[in-house]
């Protein structure tokens, strides 16, 4: 089978496969659970060590995409923090794009050791812990990707950052109003999310949930990106057809 997808990818077959590839994967996913998938608790450090064997520290198509938004609101000079920075592959290619001062923050002390050995500024910090206690002065940003839909109680992270930030927070998140989420809910399972177990993600947003959710919280949507999702359609019905958004946060008082 391996043979066979690697002459159809030399072929000049190559795109008409990639295209039925795809829509294959999609369609899948409407019924089926990941091959990865286990009941249970994950251990932070020991998915580091999976991630390792299997490109770690690499971007793949989507986070490259959802990391050149990040790139692109921030400017030379600014000061930038990023929260949960794992593999630090994101804090690596704003660096490559802009020149920035830039700080991250990580649980698993092997994701920071991993981070410092490639040269970031790196520091051990659990966020679920007030804020305060690692942070002593301001940034222009601060970055949230993929982590407010981990969090129990996102609010109060989002609130005791208020003091910490100048320009605003950046907010990457999956659409659960994503049409694909919403057929595989009529085939009667929950939206796919998840990777390894479905304890990954504790709260959920639609487009419509999160301008409600950041107004009761006192902050402004200053700007939303739809970066990932259904080409041609993602950017003019972005509830229905995009798969993930960036968010700019700015303080409403």
Same mark, same amino acid.
């Given at each position: 089978?391996?043979?066979?997808?690697?002459?159809?990818?030399?072929?000049?077959?190559?795109?008409?496969?990639?295209?039925?590839?795809?829509?294959?994967?999609?369609?899948?996913?409407?019924?089926?659970?990941?091959?990865?998938?286990?009941? &249970?608790?994950? =251990?932070?450090?020991?998915?580091?060590?999976?991630?390792?064997?299997?490109?770690?520290? +690499?971007?793949?198509?989507?986070?490259?995409?959802?990391?050149?938004?990040?790139?692109?609101?921030?400017?030379?000079?600014?000061?930038?923090?990023?929260? &949960?920075?794992?593999?630090?592959?994101?804090?690596?290619? +704003?660096?490559?794009?802009?020149?920035?001062?830039?700080?991250?923050?990580?649980?698993?002390?092997?994701?920071?050791?991993?981070?410092?050995?490639?040269?970031? =500024?790196?520091?051990?910090?659990?966020?679920?812990?007030?804020?305060?206690?690692?942070?002593?002065?301001?940034?222009?940003? +601060?970055?949230?990707?993929?982590?407010?839909?981990?969090?129990? =109680?996102?609010?109060?992270?989002?609130?005791?950052?208020?003091?910490?930030?100048?320009?605003?927070?950046?907010? !990457?998140?999956?659409?659960?109003?994503?049409?694909?989420?919403?057929?595989?809910?009529?085939?009667?399972?929950?939206?796919?999310?998840?990777?390894?177990?479905?304890?990954?993600?504790?709260?959920?947003?639609?487009?419509?949930?999160?301008?409600?959710?950041?107004?009761?919280?006192?902050?402004?949507?200053?700007?939303?990106?739809?970066?990932?999702?259904?080409?041609?359609?993602?950017?003019?019905?972005? !509830?229905?057809?995009?798969?993930?958004?960036?968010?700019?946060?700015?303080?409403?008082?």
């Amino acid at each position: 089978m391996r043979a066979l997808k690697d002459g159809f990818l030399k072929s000049p077959l190559r795109l008409p496969y990639l295209w039925a590839a795809n829509r294959y994967r999609q369609l899948r996913r409407l019924f089926a659970y990941p091959e990865t998938a286990r009941v &249970g608790v994950v =251990d932070y450090d020991t998915y580091w060590d999976n991630k390792a064997q299997s490109g770690l520290g +690499i971007l793949s198509p989507w986070r490259q995409r959802r990391a050149q938004v990040f790139t692109d609101v921030l400017k030379d000079g600014d000061r930038v923090l990023d929260l &949960g920075v794992g593999d630090g592959a994101l804090l690596l290619y +704003i660096l490559q794009h802009k020149r920035i001062e830039a700080v991250g923050l990580d649980v698993s002390p092997k994701a920071v050791e991993y981070c410092r050995a490639h040269g970031l =500024d790196v520091r051990l910090a659990d966020i679920n812990r007030p804020i305060s206690e690692t942070l002593d002065a301001p940034f222009d940003y +601060i970055i949230l990707s993929e982590i407010i839909e981990h969090l129990p =109680d996102p609010e109060s992270l989002l609130n005791s950052l208020r003091p910490f930030v100048r320009k605003g927070i950046l907010v !990457s998140i999956p659409n659960t109003g994503y049409h694909q989420h919403r057929l595989r809910l009529l085939m009667g399972r929950f939206p796919l999310q998840w990777v390894v177990t479905p304890g990954e993600h504790l709260r959920f947003w639609t487009r419509a949930d999160f301008h409600w959710w950041a107004r009761q919280i006192h902050f402004r949507v200053a700007r939303e990106f739809p970066y990932e999702g259904t080409p041609g359609l993602k950017g003019v019905w972005p !509830s229905l057809f995009a798969a993930a958004f960036v968010y700019l946060l700015e303080d409403a008082g």
